[in-house]
Nanobody, 124 residues
Framework: VQLQASGGGSVQTGGSLRLSCKAS????????IGWFRQAPGKEREFVAG????????AYAAFVKGRFTISRDNAENTAYLQMNNLQPEDTAVYYC??????????????????WGQGTQVTVSS
C-alpha cells in the first residue's frame, strides 16, 4: 500500500488542522492506520491509531482530547483532526499502515508502510 499524507501547514496557537492520509495500491480496509510525528532532534512518536473498520482507536496521552482520528474506507483515506494546537505540536506528521499491528503497539517499527510526512508548524 502507498500512503500520501497532506493537510499540514502553519497555524497560531489554538488553531486547527485536518491531516489526510490517502492510500492506494491495496485494499485500504485491510490495514490499521497510525499517525506519528517527529520534531527536530526528537524520536518519532505515536500520536493516534485506528483499526481497519474504524471501530476502535487509541491516542497518545499528550493529545488530551484535542485530536480525533477517523477513516473513510470508501475513500481510502484516514484523517487526523487536530484542534487547540500548541507550539509543542510542531513536527512532521506521518501516517503509517500495517495489517496486523495492535493499537497497544506504538513502536514506529511495528508499521510496515509509511507516507512521506506533512509539516505542521504552530506559532505562539
Amino acid at each position: 500500500v502507498q500512503l500520501q499524507a497532506s493537510g499540514g501547514g502553519s497555524v497560531q496557537t489554538g488553531g486547527s488542522l485536518r491531516l489526510s492520509c490517502k492510500a492506494s495500491g491495496a485494499t485500504f480496509s485491510n490495514y490499521n492506520i497510525g499517525w506519528f510525528r517527529q520534531a527536530p532532534g526528537k524520536e518519532r512518536e505515536f500520536v493516534a491509531g485506528i483499526i481497519w473498520n474504524g471501530g476502535n482507536s487509541a491516542y497518545a496521552a499528550f493529545v488530551k482530547g484535542r485530536f480525533t482520528i477517523s477513516r473513510d474506507n470508501a475513500e481510502n483515506t484516514a484523517y487526523l483532526q487536530m484542534n487547540n494546537l500548541q507550539p509543542e505540536d510542531t513536527a512532521v506528521y506521518y501516517c503509517a499502515a500495517d495489517r496486523i499491528v495492535a493499537l497497544s503497539v506504538r513502536r514506529p517499527g511495528a508499521y510496515d508502510y509509511w507516507g512521506q510526512g506533512t509539516q505542521v508548524t504552530v506559532s505562539s
